[in-house]
């Protein structure tokens, strides 16, 4: 946990309240958190379900773990260290999206069940709805797709504590929903969350 170090500091409390925010948009704040594997399918997916609650009038922002690294946590490398910081803070940005009423869809590999279950208490302790959704692809199938040439570095030896070949994934416990994203079409998996998002009353009318 990122230890607090600023003092003389007071949180102070605007005029508008979650409930207003939540009925001016007609939708309730919400993170999808997509966690799987390189190439298993979380960045193709959340671009589908993003394009397809803007098309029905919904307020949906996607953050991607590579984009987040050219801006908000371009300091941050790939150490088991700056792996947490960077989840805790768009943990952090997802929960103000939240309470701002957006549908906040992340895609980051997250290979640690810490971090994320960090996320997940912030999001609890703002009483915020959180749904934790691991894109499950066999490794054997992520490989073959690399888009990124990384597995095939990783192999290699030349990109070292890359996630599945020499260093962890710990896939979720109990995740709200899991795709199987060597099984499913793109559009099968969109429709899994849609109808996930529906069932919990979360894109309101």
């Known amino acids: 946990m990122a230890e607090q170090k600023a003092t003389n500091i007071t949180w102070h409390e605007g005029d508008v309240t979650r409930e207003e925010r939540q009925a001016n948009l007609g939708q309730k704040g919400v993170t999808v958190w997509m966690t799987g594997l390189s190439a298993s399918g979380k960045s193709t997916i959340a671009v589908a379900l ?3 609650l803007l098309a029905r009038g919904k ?3 996607r953050l991607d773990g590579d984009n987040i690294r050219f ?25 103000l999206f939240g309470d701002a009423g957006m549908i906040t869809i992340t895609s980051f590999i997250s290979p640690y069940r810490r971090d994320r279950d960090l996320v997940r208490k912030l999001h609890e302790d703002a009483r915020l709805p959180f749904l934790e959704v691991y894109v499950d692809c066999a490794i054997e199938e992520a490989e073959k797709r690399d888009p990124k040439g990384l597995y095939k570095k990783a192999r290699a030896g030349e990109l070292k504590g890359f996630t599945g070949v020499d260093d962890p994934y710990e896939a979720p416990e109990r995740p709200e929903l899991v795709l199987r994203s060597d099984r499913l079409t793109v559009a099968e998996s969109v429709a899994e969350l849609l109808a996930t998002l529906e069932s919990r009353g979360l894109l309101g009318a």
């Open 50 to 52: 993003e394009k397809v």
């Open 59 to 61: 307020h949906a922002y």
């Open 71 to 95: 801006g908000l946590n371009k300091n941050l490398g790939f150490s088991a260290e700056d792996r947490a910081e960077n989840i805790r803070r768009i943990g952090e940005v997802a929960k």
